[in-house]
């Protein structure tokens, strides 16, 4: 069973525009992480988010939590060619650490 | 260099074999992973390792088997019962409880023919 769910599936942007992904969760939480993947390579963590906080920076990274709604969104400013990638949230409770089906972006320059 | 080493990259399997997926950390982490990709699709966790000697099952474990025999090692054995073992296999780790940063390595692509 997956624990996190992003939205969109897919997502194509220009060079230069912002990005925004979602994640949702069932169960509660201690954190939320977002890993990133090149085509072919394995995961990249980007950042982690407690259950405490509500937003996150890091970078070009902004990483917002609402436990509430069981949500987290991803946004990433000025994106790049390089940004092209897929990236997931992840979710860990009891030792296992569950991934979602994740969001491809391609940013075109 | 610390880190996390799969191998081999690429392995391919006749039906009805058995193969062995190797993965090693020298990070010193107590938690390791098993997780297999399948092509545009998210990780799904096969088994999971907290500490040596004790390992868990994840949510695909039939076909699979592991051992936590060393802190640094943790193999993954596809055996002949899964029926579909075509995929990308990641191995990831890390410290353990309240430090939950995953280190992934490069993945083995996994091919039955």
């Known amino acids: 069973s997956q624990q996190g769910e992003e939205d969109p599936q897919a997502l194509s942007i220009q060079e230069g525009e912002n990005a925004t992904m979602n994640c949702s969760y069932k169960t509660s939480i201690n954190n939320l992480q977002w890993y990133r993947q090149n085509s072919g390579r394995g995961l990249v963590h980007l950042i982690l988010i407690r259950s405490n906080e509500r937003e996150k920076h890091s970078g070009r990274l902004r990483v917002t939590l609402d436990t509430s709604k069981k949500s987290s969104s991803l946004l990433i400013t000025a994106s790049r060619a390089a940004d092209t990638a897929s990236y997931f949230c992840?979710?860990?409770?009891?030792?296992?650490?569950?991934f979602g089906q994740g969001t491809t972006l391609q940013v075109k320059p | 260099d610390g880190g996390i080493t799969q191998s081999p990259k690429y392995l391919f399997r006749k039906e009805g074999q058995n193969v062995t997926l190797s993965c090693e950390q020298n990070?010193?982490?107590?938690?390791m992973y098993w997780y297999r990709q399948d092509p545009g699709q998210g990780l799904r966790l096969i088994y999971y390792?907290?500490?040596?000697?004790?390992?868990q099952k994840g949510d695909i474990a039939e076909g699979y088997s592991v051992s936590r025999e060393k802190k640094e090692s943790f193999p993954l054995t596809v055996t002949s019962a899964q029926k579909n073992p075509t995929a990308f296999y990641l191995c990831?780790?890390?410290?353990?409880?309240?430090?939950?940063?995953?280190?992934f390595g490069q993945g083995t692509r996994l091919t039955v023919v």
């Open positions: 390792s907290q500490i040596v000697n004790d390992f």
């Open positions: 990831a780790s890390s410290p353990g409880q309240g430090e939950p940063e995953a280190f």
């Open positions: 992840a979710t860990g409770n009891t030792g296992k650490l569950i």
């Open positions: 990070l010193n982490h107590d938690a």
